[in-house]
Nanobody, 122 residues
Framework: VQLQASGGGLVQAGGSLRLSCVASRRTFNDYAMGWFRQVPGKEREFVAFDNWRGDSTLYADSVKGRFTIASDNAKKKLYLQMNNLKPDDTAVYYC????????????????WGQGTLVTVSS
């Protein structure tokens, strides 16, 4: 599956953005999905996970209560609704399909989108 993330941009602290990730060729039926983010010079970090059925989601503590992950299999899209954004949320955000292992580890994901930049100003 090929993934493409979009929806990033510049927003003031306290604002909201919704990221989208669209899959080509395959549907989400066979894949659980995740969002990660990366700041230059730092490791890519886990943000959220969705098993596509919507009955099992996980969040990093830093975004819990502010971000919501959701998937629409009919549209082959994964979303990340980000509310009450903070400057520390500034990063390139990536969507990825889960291949097995720890939900929190980048090595458990085997397909990655190209990333979309989110910049939160203070």
């Amino acid at each position: 599956v090929q993934l493409q993330a979009s929806g990033g941009g510049l927003v003031q602290a306290g604002g909201s953005l919704r990221l989208s990730c669209v899959a080509s060729r395959r549907t989400f039926n066979d894949y659980a999905m995740g969002w990660f983010r990366q700041v230059p010079g730092k490791e890519r970090e886990f943000v959220a996970f969705d098993n596509w059925r919507g009955d099992s989601t996980l969040y990093a503590d830093s975004v819990k209560g502010r971000f919501t992950i959701a998937s629409d299999n009919a549209k082959k899209k994964l979303y990340l609704q980000m509310n009450n954004l903070k400057p520390d949320d500034t990063a390139v955000y990536y969507c990825a399909s889960f291949g097995g292992g720890s939900y929190y580890s980048t090595s458990s994901y085997n397909n990655w989108g190209q990333g979309t930049l989110v910049t939160v100003s203070s």
